[in-house]
Nanobody
Framework: QVQLVESGGGLVQAGGSLRLSCAAS????????MGWFRQAPGKEREFVTA????????DYSDSVKGRFTISRDYGKNTVYLQMNNLKSEDTAVYYC???????????????WGQGTLVTVSS
């Protein structure tokens, strides 16, 4: 089993920044690619971003491209999501996800964290 634990959520004003972290533990050799989904109040979960094993390939949804950056630290088994120029529509629970391919991470990831709430006030 792989466990994903997110941290770093909170309340921020529009235009501000936050950095989310996701620490993986357990059978981490069972996963390669990681990413983030989010779910806003009253809406379905949506893909945000993904990063491959080597860290040299990333995907972003159009709604966050140019504002969010995903990165990973192999030594710490941790993935980060740097969120800049936050907007009220970014308010959501953010979930860290993992699987064995970037396509799987971006569509139907097998492993999910418990989520961390990000609230952007306007």
């Amino acid at each position: 089993q792989v466990q994903l634990v997110e941290s770093g959520g909170g309340l921020v004003q529009a235009g501000g920044s936050l950095r989310l972290s996701c620490a993986a533990s357990g059978r981490t050799f069972d996963i390669s690619d990681m990413g983030w989904f989010r779910q806003a109040p009253g809406k379905e979960r949506e893909f945000v971003t993904a990063i491959n094993w080597s860290g040299d390939s990333t995907d972003y949804s159009d709604s966050v491209k140019g504002r969010f950056t995903i990165s990973r630290d192999y030594g710490k088994n941790t993935v980060y999501l740097q969120m800049n120029n936050l907007k009220s529509e970014d308010t959501a629970v953010y979930y860290c996800v993992a699987d064995r391919s970037r396509v799987a991470v971006a569509t139907t990831p097998k492993i999910w964290g418990q989520g961390t709430l990000v609230t952007v006030s306007s």
